[in-house]
């Protein structure tokens, strides 16, 4: 099961342990392989009020590292987080968007404060449990998608810097989500049937609606049609992504056919929500603006010497990679031209961009543009 068991002895490893079966597991290898293992467990939200797990991650922590016999170290990140993560995710939705705060909480936290703390503890060597890989080419480091692509976290990990890449360990990048599972249970770890975290941490179990509107005030406003005709009433466009259909509250028309009404658009100016029904023409894009564009290393070499360059493309986590072309626009931004039309692409959602399984970096989306077709036969 471990292969090159000596390949970190001696080595001081700085592990980000969550309190699941994933880091546990991480953790567990690495010390298998011979090398020093340090857990730190962060905090990184601190409202108790009864919908965070944080309490109980904090002692499954401790019992992991109790089982296995590691160190445990406990740091709460929650400052740093509400300023470089939250702050950001809020004025997302003030502006109409739809962000991703796992794509800054890497970025700012679990590779950038963790990293500085796991520093002073004298780690020589990051890990954590993320399903990803790094290959070292030439001395710089390259993210991979993890072999387990069901589980693939790349798309996450994508702003992270080489720099932070280089020095970081994923345990998990080769293995699959149910020998992960059987390696727990081998183990006898209390976490092995532990059910695996989802959606956003400091959200919890509760209704998304409910915890926007303890921080962001609700401004209702008209529902309407393409053609200016008003539907129905929303209750602020912050609770409402591009594609929704559920919670509309936006029955038939006379003069329409039986089909679900979705969200096409949000009018700021007039704090109007667009929708439209069945598979309309205005959920769908071929051509989008991102940026600003964060590479991981060196912008490719293909698109510095021909300024466009054949890539695939992901606009959310789940999606199949999706073939495009990409090329450089003014201000660090990247205009991305897809094969296929995409629906329901959302203005602060991020393109991920990859070259087989290689994640080449990203950046948030800005806005929807013109067909394609035209700029694509200039290329």
Request: proline share 4%; charged share 25%; with cysteine.
């Amino acid at each position: 099961m471990v292969e090159n068991k000596n390949k970190l002895a001696g080595q001081r490893v700085v592990i980000g342990l969550s309190g699941g079966v994933d880091s546990a597991v991480a953790a567990l290898l690495l010390k298998q392989q011979g090398a020093d293992v340090q857990a730190l467990h962060m905090t990184n939200w601190d409202d108790d009020d009864g919908h965070c797990t944080a309490a109980q991650d904090l002692q499954d922590a401790r019992r992991i590292c109790e089982q296995i016999g590691v160190p445990l170290h406990h740091v709460n990140f929650a400052k740093e987080y509400r300023q470089n993560v939250f702050e950001h995710f809020l004025n997302e939705y003030r502006n109409g968007r739809t962000p991703n705060p796992d794509v800054l909480c890497n970025r700012e936290i679990k590779f950038g404060e963790f990293r500085r703390y796991a520093k002073r503890l004298g780690a020589a060597l990051l890990a954590t449990g993320h399903y990803a890989r790094v290959r070292i080419v030439d001395g710089r480091a390259q993210l991979l998608k993890a072999v387990d692509l069901a589980k693939d976290q790349s798309y996450f990990l994508h702003a992270v810097s080489e720099e932070a890449l280089r020095e970081t360990l994923f345990p998990l990048g080769e293995l699959r989500k149910t020998e992960v599972r059987d390696i727990a249970r081998e183990f006898c770890l209390h976490v092995s049937e532990k059910k695996d975290s989802t959606g956003i941490c400091f959200i919890g179990e509760r209704p998304f609606r409910e915890f926007l509107g303890n921080f962001l005030p609700a401004n209702p406003g008209p529902i309407r049609s393409v053609d200016g005709t008003t539907l129905g009433q929303h209750n602020g466009l912050m609770f409402y992504t591009i594609g929704q259909r559920q919670g509309l509250g936006v029955g038939g028309r006379r003069d329409a056919a039986e089909a679900p009404w979705f969200v096409a658009g949000k009018d700021l100016k007039t704090n109007a929500l667009i929708v439209v029904q069945g598979e309309d023409e205005l959920l769908y894009s071929d051509h989008l603006l991102a940026g600003p564009v964060h590479w991981i290393g060196e912008e490719p070499e293909l698109l510095m010497r021909k300024g466009a360059m054949p890539c695939s493309a992901k606009v959310r986590y789940r999606q199949a990679d999706q073939a495009c072309l990409i090329r450089r626009a003014a201000g660090n931004n990247i205009e991305v031209m897809f094969e296929q039309r995409q629906r329901a692409v959302a203005p602060g959602q991020y393109a991920v961009f990859y070259s087989g399984e290689r994640c080449l970096g990203g950046a948030p989306v800005e806005r929807l543009m013109p067909s394609a077709d035209a700029l694509r036969a200039a290329v």
